[in-house]
């Protein structure tokens, strides 16, 4: 930790901070500030030293730390974020957390996962230094017909967040996919944990993984038309931190509002959602031929309504729905 908190002073200082300042501000030796400054440069921190002045934060590079997040989230909301280098993902590490007792909003970050997980078996691209892999732990007192809303609640807080860090115009395709520019920016899941004997939740892992950094030639060959990043949105490199901070606080308002506050959620979905009147194809079993049919509407409890080619309609409350695009289906 002391690499970290020195680094929060520096980061707050304004001008140079003496090396006997620092030393007494934590209760650590001159020698100790001197390693730690040396350890934050290896980091790739720019940190300038000068006689009788001490030391300055010159620049700073794109990291996940406690010293980078302490700046704009409360040190006490930090003892509950857990903050990784690597792990093979950071749903599962949340899981055995969750088993042993954490509690609700209790959070892991990680700068890079072995085996992200995405919907439906299939693997999310987490290369190292690029996105935000972010597992947030919910402990609902609600039924089983109310979580089942839970994912839409949770890609409105993505959006939001995204929309007050970035300055961007994000859209959800339903049920979950956070797009920009008619790409996806973002993935999310979910995982449940249920009591056997009584059947009620537990607990619910949220895993959310944000293409920050990403140029094109780090997806597959076959995602380069339909994915993005921020990076590519914006023209420019994007600081995750400061994403980090706005989707905790999203985050842990989401507690507080699920599941009472539904129609503003609702509303919010139905406003951002891309789909309604287009043609698309649904995909209800896995292997399985999609048919073709036109999006109606989000219902109340964030279904989607589509009437088939037939004629007839459903409201689908779990599937995979694709939209063409200029690209083809994403």
Known sequence: MTKDEVLSILNKAEAYV???QISKELGISRAAVNQAVKALRDDGYGIESKTRLGYKLISSPDSISYGELVQTIDPMRLKNVVILDSVDSTNNRLKSLEHEGAPSGTVVIADYQESGKGRRGRSFVSPKGSGIYLSYLLRPEC???EISSLTA????????????ACDIAPQIKWVNDILVDGRKLVGILTELSVESESGAITGCVIGIGINVNLESSDFPEELRDKATSLSIVKGERIKRSIIISELISRLDLLQEDFPSAKDEYLDYYRSH???LGKTIN???????????ATAQEITDNFSLKVRYEDGSEED???GEVTIRGANGYI
């Open 282 to 292: 649904v995909y209800k079993i896995i292997g399985k031929d999609p048919v073709s």
């Open 273 to 275: 959602c891309p789909i």
């Open 316 to 318: 689908l409350r779990s």
């Open 18 to 20: 003496s090396g006997e």
């Open 143 to 145: 039924s089983a017909e």
């Open 153 to 164: 609640f949770v890609a409105v807080a993505v959006a939001k967040s995204l929309e007050a």
